[in-house]
């Protein structure tokens, strides 16, 4: 086994502005017309009812991140408490969820790069984006960290213009009937809506790099959710104020038309600039993340040990960037809708939130040391009442994926399939060479318990 460890480098601040650069997208400049041609003008309450799971994988993420502080600690987590598979499958799901989220961010980077350059290749603009952002990645964390930095400050400030201003110029006729498609419309959206706010337990994935983890990754998720939910909501509420909801629906440039309502000109042109960031942030965190994800998981065995080996000038997982940058542009040449994109990627989030349901009741038990000595502990009437709504949310919305997008959704359980099949195979290997994989779990998680001890020191 690998005993290489990332360096924490990151600190509160910038771990701040790396999760809000994740979850706050390019799909904010998009999905809300396509959803508000759904929902009509109560696009605002699909994202409000989305918001309902995000805090509670907030949470998750506070806990969890917390008490193990390692690289993917939410694939360590999974697997310790309940089964390797399941924590395997995490990962797994990780590597789908690049396959699906990075080409509707790389989608929406080049929709709005076609404000500048109308007859450009779409396809080219999203694979070009794609690997740039990987050459920054392979520079190390602190330059992503550093552009992360500059480029949420810029669109974050656009957005709070855009959103702020445009109430005192909402027409609220355009506002009635609030609900015109139905209120089963509104459920629907709030599938899509969700995948905006999925990025949240996105930072489990590079706790091993974050400072002082013990007190600063609850402090990340809950000033990160905040923020985001407010963004989101001012947002979704004022553009079907200044644009009829039909029209969104059609629009590829949502915002950017809201804007050209009342704000000069010159503000379409920012407001693109800003969504190019956007999807450029997240982008980036794809890449960080699951790249984070796929090292741990190689350390342990169960992905080849070539993807274990950190480059010896940025001492980080260079060979997992390459990998989840080629991922990303793989899935961009399947080209598809993205409202589909999110409805299936937002089945995998939600499937493992109901296995984190089940793993947080057990988690005193499971792991009592880390749960008694963690600076932060959710009591065990918030980790039940945490689990209830994961599970009983994730059912909800993976029903509704599945029954608006079958063949997608079939099509993404097979790819799970396969990954069972992976793992089974490969754990029969490992156990013929005499490696346990349990073995490998407890030192993450002494390594985990070592961490949190020197935070407190």
């Known amino acids: 086994m690998s005993n290489i460890r990332l360096q924490r480098k990151v600190g509160l601040a910038g771990a701040i502005f790396l999760m809000i650069g994740n979850v706050v997208g390019a799909s904010i400049f998009i999905l809300p017309g396509n959803l508000a041609g759904i929902a009509g003008p109560a696009v605002f309450i699909a994202y409000l009812i989305a918001i309902i799971p995000a805090f509670f994988n907030t949470l998750v993420a506070a806990q969890v991140g917390s008490i193990l502080p390692v690289s993917a600690s939410d ?59 990987m050459i920054i990645n392979l520079l190390g964390i602190r330059s992503s960290v550093k552009m992360q930095m500059i480029m949420v400050s810029i669109f974050v400030s656009f957005l709070l213009i855009l959103s702020l201003g445009g109430l005192f110029y909402i027409d609220t006729d355009l506002l009635t009937p609030l609900a ?17 706010y999925t ?61 050209s309502i009342f704000l000069p000109d010159w503000y379409s042109t920012a407001i693109t600039i800003a969504a190019l960031l956007a999807a450029g942030t997240s982008i980036n965190m794809i890449i960080i993340t699951v790249s984070r994800s796929f090292f741990a998981v190689a350390r342990n065995k169960i992905f080849p040990e070539i993807f274990s080996r950190v480059s010896n ?47 947080l009741v057990l988690l005193p038990k499971k792991l009592p040391v880390h749960y008694r000595n963690a600076q932060f502990k959710l009591s065990k009437v918030w980790l039940w009442i945490t689990a209830i709504v994961n599970i009983i949310v994730g059912v909800v919305f993976i029903f509704i994926a599945v029954r608006d997008n079958t063949a997608p959704a079939i099509g993404y359980f097979f790819l799970l399939f396969i990954g069972v099949i992976y793992y089974l195979l490969r754990r029969r290997k ?25 935070a407190v020191l």
């Not at 490992?430 to 020197?454: C, D, F, I, M, P």
């Open 430 to 454: 490992l156990a013929e060479e005499g490696v346990s994989l349990e073995a490998l779990l407890k030192n993450e998680t002494e390594e985990a318990t070592r961490a949190t001890q020197q």
């Open 313 to 359: 000038r940025t001492g980080e997982p260079d060979t997992t960037i390459i990998l989840v940058a080629a991922i990303i542009l793989a899935g961009i040449a399947f080209q598809g809708n993205i409202a589909q994109y999110a409805s299936v990627s937002v089945i995998g989030w939600m499937l493992y939130g109901i296995i984190w349901g089940i793993a």
């Open 75 to 133: 694939y360590v987590f999974t697997s310790t408490v309940l089964h390797p598979l399941l924590g395997f499958l995490k990962v797994w799901a990780a590597m789908l969820g690049a396959l699906v989220g990075g080409p509707i961010l790389a989608y929406g980077f080049a929709d709005y790069f076609a404000f500048f350059l109308p007859n450009i290749s779409r396809v080219n603009i999203a694979l070009l984006i794609v690997v740039i952002i």
């Open 180 to 196: 015109p498609m139905g209120w089963n419309a509104v459920l629907s959206a709030a599938v899509p809506a969700y995948f905006s």
């Open 199 to 259: 990025g949240f337990t996105m930072l489990l994935s590079f706790t091993e790099e974050i400072k002082n983890p013990a007190r600063n990754i609850p402090l990340i998720t809950f000033y990160t959710f905040w923020i985001v939910a407010f963004i989101y909501t001012s947002v979704t509420f004022v553009v079907p104020g200044l644009i009829p909801w039909q029209e969104l629906g059609t629009m590829a440039a949502p915002l950017s038309a809201a804007a």
